[in-house]
Protein backbone atom coordinates (compact mmCIF):
# COMPACT_ATOMS: atom_id res chain seq x y z
CA UNK A 1 0.00 0.00 0.00
CA UNK A 2 1.33 3.25 -1.06
CA UNK A 3 -0.13 6.94 0.64
CA UNK A 4 1.34 9.83 -0.67
CA UNK A 5 0.61 12.95 1.31
CA UNK A 6 1.29 16.07 -0.87
CA UNK A 7 2.00 19.86 -0.86
CA UNK A 8 1.80 20.12 2.68
CA UNK A 9 4.46 22.72 5.28
CA UNK A 10 6.27 19.50 6.42
CA UNK A 11 7.84 20.55 9.96
CA UNK A 12 10.30 18.27 11.24
CA UNK A 13 12.68 19.40 13.89
CA UNK A 14 14.74 15.97 14.24
CA UNK A 15 15.78 16.81 10.04
CA UNK A 16 15.71 20.76 10.35
CA UNK A 17 12.64 20.67 7.78
CA UNK A 18 10.14 23.11 7.87
CA UNK A 19 9.15 23.79 3.86
CA UNK A 20 6.38 22.25 1.31
CA UNK A 21 7.32 19.22 0.66
CA UNK A 22 5.75 15.36 -0.33
CA UNK A 23 5.58 12.44 2.13
CA UNK A 24 5.72 8.53 0.39
CA UNK A 25 4.52 6.07 3.13
CA UNK A 26 4.93 2.55 2.04
CA UNK A 27 4.47 -0.43 3.90
CA UNK A 28 3.58 1.62 7.27
CA UNK A 29 6.87 3.50 7.00
CA UNK A 30 7.83 6.28 5.48
CA UNK A 31 9.75 5.77 2.25
CA UNK A 32 10.60 8.90 0.95
CA UNK A 33 10.19 12.16 2.02
CA UNK A 34 10.93 15.62 -1.00
CA UNK A 35 9.47 17.85 -3.06
CA UNK A 36 7.58 16.97 -6.03
CA UNK A 37 7.59 13.13 -5.52
CA UNK A 38 5.89 11.71 -8.79
CA UNK A 39 4.44 8.56 -8.41
CA UNK A 40 1.24 6.40 -8.73
CA UNK A 41 -0.23 5.96 -4.95
CA UNK A 42 -2.92 4.05 -3.91
CA UNK A 43 -3.84 7.12 -1.50
CA UNK A 44 -3.08 10.27 -2.21
CA UNK A 45 -3.99 12.87 0.58
CA UNK A 46 -3.75 16.55 -0.66
CA UNK A 47 -2.43 18.44 2.06
CA UNK A 48 -2.03 21.99 0.73
CA UNK A 49 -2.24 24.62 3.48
CA UNK A 50 -1.54 22.16 6.33
CA UNK A 51 0.68 21.34 8.55
CA UNK A 52 2.02 17.97 8.22
CA UNK A 53 3.56 16.82 11.35
CA UNK A 54 5.14 14.11 13.51
CA UNK A 55 2.46 12.37 15.03
CA UNK A 56 2.72 13.53 18.83
CA UNK A 57 4.01 11.59 21.87
CA UNK A 58 2.04 12.40 25.19
CA UNK A 59 4.41 11.10 27.88
CA UNK A 60 1.57 11.44 30.76
CA UNK A 61 -1.41 9.38 30.13
CA UNK A 62 -3.66 7.19 32.17
CA UNK A 63 -5.94 4.65 30.19
CA UNK A 64 -7.42 3.32 33.58
CA UNK A 65 -7.08 -0.27 32.35
CA UNK A 66 -7.26 -2.30 34.04
CA UNK A 67 -9.40 -1.89 36.94
CA UNK A 68 -11.68 1.66 36.10
CA UNK A 69 -12.99 0.93 32.37
CA UNK A 70 -15.62 2.87 33.69
CA UNK A 71 -13.72 5.82 32.94
CA UNK A 72 -11.73 5.12 30.07
CA UNK A 73 -10.50 1.63 28.15
CA UNK A 74 -7.15 1.29 26.27
CA UNK A 75 -9.70 1.11 23.07
CA UNK A 76 -11.24 3.93 23.96
CA UNK A 77 -8.34 6.09 24.90
CA UNK A 78 -5.65 5.33 22.02
CA UNK A 79 -9.18 6.60 19.76
CA UNK A 80 -9.55 9.67 21.99
CA UNK A 81 -5.40 9.38 21.40
CA UNK A 82 -5.72 9.21 17.46
CA UNK A 83 -8.25 12.02 17.73
CA UNK A 84 -5.72 14.23 18.74
CA UNK A 85 -3.02 13.68 16.71
CA UNK A 86 -1.23 11.36 19.50
CA UNK A 87 0.02 8.80 17.57
CA UNK A 88 2.51 7.36 20.64
CA UNK A 89 1.44 7.74 24.32
CA UNK A 90 3.27 6.62 27.86
CA UNK A 91 0.54 4.64 29.84
CA UNK A 92 0.50 5.57 33.35
CA UNK A 93 1.25 3.01 36.26
CA UNK A 94 -1.80 4.08 38.94
CA UNK A 95 -4.33 1.18 37.51
CA UNK A 96 -6.02 -1.34 39.56
CA UNK A 97 -3.93 -3.41 39.77
CA UNK A 98 -1.01 -1.14 39.48
CA UNK A 99 1.79 -2.06 37.43
CA UNK A 100 4.33 -3.15 39.86
CA UNK A 101 5.28 -6.72 38.95
CA UNK A 102 5.83 -8.57 35.94
CA UNK A 103 2.23 -10.23 36.18
CA UNK A 104 0.31 -7.02 36.40
CA UNK A 105 2.57 -6.16 33.44
CA UNK A 106 1.83 -9.36 31.17
CA UNK A 107 -2.20 -8.38 32.22
CA UNK A 108 -1.52 -4.84 30.56
CA UNK A 109 0.45 -6.00 27.51
CA UNK A 110 -2.07 -8.69 26.76
CA UNK A 111 -4.78 -5.99 27.04
CA UNK A 112 -2.98 -3.41 25.10
CA UNK A 113 -2.45 -6.28 22.12
CA UNK A 114 -6.10 -6.89 22.14
CA UNK A 115 -7.65 -3.43 22.22
CA UNK A 116 -5.04 -0.58 21.43
CA UNK A 117 -5.44 1.47 18.31
CA UNK A 118 -2.32 3.39 18.86
CA UNK A 119 1.56 2.69 19.83
CA UNK A 120 1.03 2.60 24.01
CA UNK A 121 4.36 2.60 25.74
CA UNK A 122 4.36 1.47 29.72
CA UNK A 123 5.63 3.25 32.84
CA UNK A 124 5.45 0.96 35.92
CA UNK A 125 5.18 1.96 39.12
CA UNK A 126 8.51 2.47 41.26
CA UNK A 127 7.35 0.98 44.23
CA UNK A 128 4.71 -1.83 45.36
CA UNK A 129 1.36 -0.64 44.53
CA UNK A 130 2.48 2.70 44.58
CA UNK A 131 2.74 3.07 48.55
CA UNK A 132 5.90 4.17 48.47
CA UNK A 133 7.83 1.71 50.74
CA UNK A 134 9.28 -1.20 48.36
CA UNK A 135 10.94 -0.63 45.21
CA UNK A 136 9.86 -2.72 42.43
CA UNK A 137 12.05 -5.02 40.48
CA UNK A 138 13.19 -2.83 38.23
CA UNK A 139 15.23 -4.92 36.20
CA UNK A 140 12.68 -7.44 34.96
CA UNK A 141 10.32 -4.82 34.71
CA UNK A 142 12.73 -3.01 32.07
CA UNK A 143 13.81 -6.46 30.11
CA UNK A 144 9.81 -7.09 29.83
CA UNK A 145 9.93 -3.29 27.56
CA UNK A 146 8.94 -0.69 30.48
CA UNK A 147 10.47 2.78 29.90
CA UNK A 148 10.19 4.78 32.30
CA UNK A 149 8.67 4.08 36.44
CA UNK A 150 6.80 6.33 38.05
CA UNK A 151 4.06 6.54 41.52
CA UNK A 152 2.22 9.56 39.24
CA UNK A 153 -0.87 9.98 41.76
CA UNK A 154 1.46 10.21 44.77
CA UNK A 155 4.85 10.67 45.32
CA UNK A 156 7.32 8.60 46.96
CA UNK A 157 7.68 10.50 50.63
CA UNK A 158 10.71 8.33 52.19
CA UNK A 159 14.06 10.35 50.81
CA UNK A 160 15.52 6.36 51.86
CA UNK A 161 13.01 4.78 49.67
CA UNK A 162 13.62 7.53 46.51
CA UNK A 163 17.33 7.15 46.80
CA UNK A 164 17.32 3.08 46.67
CA UNK A 165 14.66 3.72 43.26
CA UNK A 166 17.36 6.45 41.87
CA UNK A 167 20.13 3.82 42.34
CA UNK A 168 18.66 1.17 40.75
CA UNK A 169 16.67 3.37 37.55
CA UNK A 170 20.78 4.20 36.84
CA UNK A 171 21.74 0.66 36.90
CA UNK A 172 18.77 0.20 34.14
CA UNK A 173 18.74 2.97 32.88
CA UNK A 174 15.49 3.86 33.12
CA UNK A 175 13.73 7.21 33.31
CA UNK A 176 12.31 8.16 36.74
CA UNK A 177 9.04 10.18 36.26
CA UNK A 178 8.26 12.30 39.52
CA UNK A 179 4.69 13.51 41.01
CA UNK A 180 6.56 15.89 43.24
CA UNK A 181 3.97 16.65 45.96
CA UNK A 182 4.79 16.38 49.62
CA UNK A 183 1.15 15.52 50.86
CA UNK A 184 2.64 17.10 54.60
CA UNK A 185 2.32 20.23 52.93
CA UNK A 186 -0.46 19.63 50.38
CA UNK A 187 -2.68 19.07 53.25
CA UNK A 188 -5.94 17.01 51.26
CA UNK A 189 -6.11 20.40 49.82
CA UNK A 190 -8.16 21.21 46.59
CA UNK A 191 -7.43 24.11 45.07
CA UNK A 192 -4.45 26.36 45.01
CA UNK A 193 -3.88 27.94 48.45
CA UNK A 194 -3.90 31.88 47.78
CA UNK A 195 -6.78 34.05 46.79
CA UNK A 196 -9.18 31.39 45.31
CA UNK A 197 -8.64 29.41 48.68
CA UNK A 198 -9.58 31.99 50.88
CA UNK A 199 -12.86 32.81 48.92
CA UNK A 200 -14.08 29.87 48.62
CA UNK A 201 -13.24 28.46 51.84
CA UNK A 202 -11.67 25.17 50.83
CA UNK A 203 -8.18 24.04 51.94
CA UNK A 204 -5.58 25.26 49.43
CA UNK A 205 -2.22 23.38 48.15
CA UNK A 206 0.66 25.41 48.93
CA UNK A 207 2.73 25.75 45.59
CA UNK A 208 6.15 24.56 48.42
CA UNK A 209 4.55 21.28 48.86
CA UNK A 210 5.08 20.98 44.79
CA UNK A 211 8.34 22.54 45.00
CA UNK A 212 10.16 21.57 47.52
CA UNK A 213 8.96 18.00 46.25
CA UNK A 214 11.27 18.63 43.10
CA UNK A 215 14.13 19.91 44.48
CA UNK A 216 14.07 17.40 46.52
CA UNK A 217 13.84 14.58 43.37
CA UNK A 218 16.31 16.49 41.32
CA UNK A 219 19.04 16.22 44.43
CA UNK A 220 18.18 12.58 44.69
CA UNK A 221 18.61 12.63 41.02
CA UNK A 222 22.07 14.72 40.86
CA UNK A 223 23.57 12.33 44.30
CA UNK A 224 22.89 8.96 41.99
CA UNK A 225 23.38 10.52 38.42
CA UNK A 226 19.86 9.27 37.61
CA UNK A 227 17.60 10.72 34.84
CA UNK A 228 14.88 12.21 36.21
CA UNK A 229 11.73 14.04 34.64
CA UNK A 230 9.59 16.44 36.70
CA UNK A 231 5.53 15.50 35.76
CA UNK A 232 3.21 18.06 35.01
CA UNK A 233 5.07 21.56 36.80
CA UNK A 234 2.31 24.20 37.74
CA UNK A 235 4.38 26.80 39.18
CA UNK A 236 7.02 29.59 39.08
CA UNK A 237 9.47 28.29 41.92
CA UNK A 238 9.45 24.81 40.43
CA UNK A 239 10.58 26.36 37.10
CA UNK A 240 13.23 28.37 38.33
CA UNK A 241 14.62 24.94 40.64
CA UNK A 242 14.19 23.33 37.30
CA UNK A 243 16.13 26.07 35.56
CA UNK A 244 19.14 26.27 38.10
CA UNK A 245 19.57 22.24 38.17
CA UNK A 246 19.78 22.00 34.19
CA UNK A 247 22.27 24.64 34.16
CA UNK A 248 24.32 22.87 36.58
CA UNK A 249 24.51 19.76 34.24
CA UNK A 250 21.94 17.52 36.35
CA UNK A 251 20.01 15.45 33.61
CA UNK A 252 16.68 16.95 34.09
CA UNK A 253 13.49 17.30 31.84
CA UNK A 254 10.25 17.90 33.03
CA UNK A 255 6.55 18.83 31.34
CA UNK A 256 4.08 20.67 32.02
CA UNK A 257 -0.11 20.35 30.61
CA UNK A 258 -2.37 22.39 28.44
CA UNK A 259 -4.50 23.39 31.40
CA UNK A 260 -1.56 25.12 33.52
CA UNK A 261 -0.64 27.45 30.67
CA UNK A 262 -4.15 28.32 29.85
CA UNK A 263 -5.95 28.96 32.92
CA UNK A 264 -4.87 29.84 36.21
CA UNK A 265 -6.97 29.97 39.68
CA UNK A 266 -9.76 32.15 38.85
CA UNK A 267 -11.50 29.67 36.77
CA UNK A 268 -12.07 28.13 40.20
CA UNK A 269 -14.38 30.55 41.52
CA UNK A 270 -17.39 28.73 39.57
CA UNK A 271 -16.65 25.98 41.41
CA UNK A 272 -16.57 23.82 38.11
CA UNK A 273 -14.66 20.49 38.81
CA UNK A 274 -13.54 19.96 35.77
CA UNK A 275 -10.91 22.61 36.73
CA UNK A 276 -10.12 20.45 39.56
CA UNK A 277 -6.61 18.43 38.91
CA UNK A 278 -3.65 17.63 40.97
CA UNK A 279 -1.31 19.61 40.93
CA UNK A 280 -4.04 23.05 41.16
CA UNK A 281 -4.36 25.59 38.59
CA UNK A 282 -2.13 28.36 40.28
CA UNK A 283 -1.90 32.42 40.48
CA UNK A 284 -1.36 33.96 37.09
CA UNK A 285 2.01 34.54 37.89
CA UNK A 286 2.60 31.24 37.65
CA UNK A 287 0.93 30.72 34.30
CA UNK A 288 3.03 33.25 32.40
CA UNK A 289 6.04 31.84 34.54
CA UNK A 290 5.03 28.36 33.09
CA UNK A 291 4.32 30.29 29.20
CA UNK A 292 7.86 31.77 29.72
CA UNK A 293 9.78 28.35 30.65
CA UNK A 294 8.14 26.55 27.36
CA UNK A 295 9.49 29.47 25.29
CA UNK A 296 12.72 29.44 26.29
CA UNK A 297 13.03 25.75 26.55
CA UNK A 298 13.25 25.40 30.63
CA UNK A 299 10.24 23.52 29.89
CA UNK A 300 11.03 20.40 27.51
CA UNK A 301 7.41 18.87 26.86
CA UNK A 302 3.95 19.38 26.93
CA UNK A 303 1.75 16.05 28.16
CA UNK A 304 -1.55 15.97 28.59
CA UNK A 305 -2.02 14.41 32.00
CA UNK A 306 -5.15 12.93 30.63
CA UNK A 307 -6.84 11.74 33.57
CA UNK A 308 -10.44 10.30 32.72
CA UNK A 309 -13.09 10.08 35.50
CA UNK A 310 -16.82 9.52 35.07
CA UNK A 311 -19.45 11.80 35.63
CA UNK A 312 -20.77 10.61 38.95
CA UNK A 313 -16.95 11.26 40.23
CA UNK A 314 -17.14 15.16 39.01
CA UNK A 315 -20.40 16.12 39.17
CA UNK A 316 -19.98 16.64 42.26
CA UNK A 317 -19.23 19.00 45.41
CA UNK A 318 -15.80 20.30 44.58
CA UNK A 319 -13.94 19.29 47.96
CA UNK A 320 -15.11 15.51 47.14
CA UNK A 321 -14.42 15.31 43.09
CA UNK A 322 -11.58 13.53 41.64
CA UNK A 323 -8.78 15.19 40.63
CA UNK A 324 -8.01 15.41 36.88
CA UNK A 325 -9.17 16.07 33.37
CA UNK A 326 -9.41 14.61 30.51
CA UNK A 327 -7.03 16.10 27.53
CA UNK A 328 -5.79 13.91 24.62
CA UNK A 329 -8.53 15.38 22.03
CA UNK A 330 -7.69 18.97 23.28
CA UNK A 331 -3.73 19.25 23.83
CA UNK A 332 -2.94 20.23 20.37
CA UNK A 333 -5.58 22.93 20.04
CA UNK A 334 -4.96 24.18 22.60
CA UNK A 335 -1.26 24.75 22.38
CA UNK A 336 -1.67 25.74 19.18
CA UNK A 337 -4.56 28.54 20.66
CA UNK A 338 -2.47 29.36 23.21
CA UNK A 339 1.34 29.25 22.04
CA UNK A 340 1.89 29.24 18.25
CA UNK A 341 -0.94 32.37 18.03
CA UNK A 342 0.40 34.54 20.83
CA UNK A 343 3.64 33.46 19.25
CA UNK A 344 5.65 32.05 22.29
CA UNK A 345 5.96 28.69 20.04
CA UNK A 346 6.56 28.36 16.47
CA UNK A 347 5.92 24.99 14.68
CA UNK A 348 9.20 23.97 15.56
CA UNK A 349 9.36 24.45 18.97
CA UNK A 350 5.41 23.02 19.70
CA UNK A 351 6.54 19.77 17.42
CA UNK A 352 9.39 19.63 19.92
CA UNK A 353 7.83 19.76 22.40
CA UNK A 354 5.01 17.21 21.94
CA UNK A 355 6.77 14.93 19.56
CA UNK A 356 10.64 14.95 19.07
CA UNK A 357 11.43 15.98 23.15
CA UNK A 358 8.77 13.18 25.08
CA UNK A 359 10.37 10.60 22.18
CA UNK A 360 14.34 11.70 23.40
CA UNK A 361 13.16 11.36 26.46
CA UNK A 362 11.96 8.14 26.74
CA UNK A 363 14.19 6.81 24.55
CA UNK A 364 11.43 5.60 21.84
CA UNK A 365 12.57 5.72 18.10
CA UNK A 366 9.39 8.18 17.69
CA UNK A 367 9.03 11.65 17.36
CA UNK A 368 10.45 12.41 13.68
CA UNK A 369 9.46 11.88 9.82
CA UNK A 370 13.07 10.33 8.87
CA UNK A 371 12.80 8.07 5.49
CA UNK A 372 12.61 4.63 7.38
CA UNK A 373 10.36 5.85 10.85
CA UNK A 374 7.26 4.46 11.08
CA UNK A 375 4.68 6.37 9.38
CA UNK A 376 3.15 8.44 12.25
CA UNK A 377 1.99 11.24 10.87
CA UNK A 378 -0.58 13.85 11.34
CA UNK A 379 -2.37 16.29 8.59
CA UNK A 380 -3.33 19.31 10.58
CA UNK A 381 -5.39 22.44 9.00
CA UNK A 382 -3.33 25.28 11.26
CA UNK A 383 -6.33 27.80 10.84
CA UNK A 384 -9.70 25.89 11.49
CA UNK A 385 -11.52 26.94 14.66
CA UNK A 386 -13.78 24.09 16.72
CA UNK A 387 -15.28 24.32 19.89
CA UNK A 388 -14.50 21.48 22.10
CA UNK A 389 -18.16 19.61 22.80
CA UNK A 390 -18.90 16.89 25.10
CA UNK A 391 -20.67 14.95 22.59
CA UNK A 392 -17.92 15.24 20.22
CA UNK A 393 -14.91 13.04 22.63
CA UNK A 394 -14.23 9.74 21.66
CA UNK A 395 -13.11 9.51 25.12
CA UNK A 396 -15.45 7.27 27.71
CA UNK A 397 -15.11 10.69 30.04
CA UNK A 398 -15.55 14.13 29.39
CA UNK A 399 -14.55 15.73 31.87
CA UNK A 400 -12.81 18.81 29.95
CA UNK A 401 -11.70 22.55 31.33
CA UNK A 402 -12.12 23.25 27.70
CA UNK A 403 -15.22 22.72 27.16
CA UNK A 404 -17.64 25.21 25.13
CA UNK A 405 -13.79 27.18 24.20
CA UNK A 406 -13.35 27.92 20.46
CA UNK A 407 -9.97 26.28 19.80
CA UNK A 408 -7.80 26.69 17.00
CA UNK A 409 -6.09 24.31 14.68
CA UNK A 410 -8.20 20.67 13.62
CA UNK A 411 -6.47 17.26 12.73
CA UNK A 412 -7.69 16.10 9.62
CA UNK A 413 -6.02 13.09 9.34
CA UNK A 414 -3.47 10.51 11.56
CA UNK A 415 -1.21 7.95 9.95
CA UNK A 416 -0.40 6.21 12.89
CA UNK A 417 2.04 2.74 11.29
CA UNK A 418 0.51 3.72 8.30
CA UNK A 419 -3.13 3.04 9.43
CA UNK A 420 -5.08 6.28 7.82
CA UNK A 421 -7.76 7.74 10.14
CA UNK A 422 -9.72 10.66 8.54
CA UNK A 423 -11.63 12.98 10.83
CA UNK A 424 -14.91 15.03 10.26
CA UNK A 425 -14.91 17.75 11.73
O1 LIG B 1 -5.18 15.34 38.70
C1 LIG B 1 -4.60 14.28 38.70
N1 LIG B 1 -5.22 13.14 38.30
N2 LIG B 1 -3.34 14.23 39.12
C2 LIG B 1 -2.67 13.06 39.27
O2 LIG B 1 -1.53 13.08 39.66
C3 LIG B 1 -3.36 11.78 39.02
C4 LIG B 1 -4.47 11.94 38.07
C5 LIG B 1 -5.41 10.76 38.03
O3 LIG B 1 -4.92 9.63 37.91
O4 LIG B 1 -6.62 10.95 38.07
ZN1 LIG C 1 0.66 13.26 38.76
Redesign the pocket.
Known sequence: MKILIKSGRVIDPANKIDSIMDILVEDNKISKIARNIKLEADKIIVAENKMVLPGLVDMHV?LREPGREDKETICSGTQAALRGGVTSLLA?P?TTPAVDSIGHLKILQEAIKKGSKANVFICAAITQDRRGEEVNDLASLKKEGVVAISD??ASVDSDAVMLEAFRRSKEEKLLVIC?SEDKQLSRQGVVNLGFTSTRLGLRGISAESEYKRVARDITLAKETGASVHIA?VSCQESVEIISRAKKGGIKVTCETAPHYFTFNEAEVLGYDTNFK??PPLRSKEDMLAIRKALSNGTIDVIAS?H?P?TENEKDIEFERA????VGLETELAASITELVSNNLFNWEGLIRAMSLNPSRILGISKGTLSAGADADIIVVDPEKAWVARKEDFLSKSQNSPFLGRSLKGCVEYTLCQGKVHKWNS
Open positions: HMNDGHHMNDAHECGV
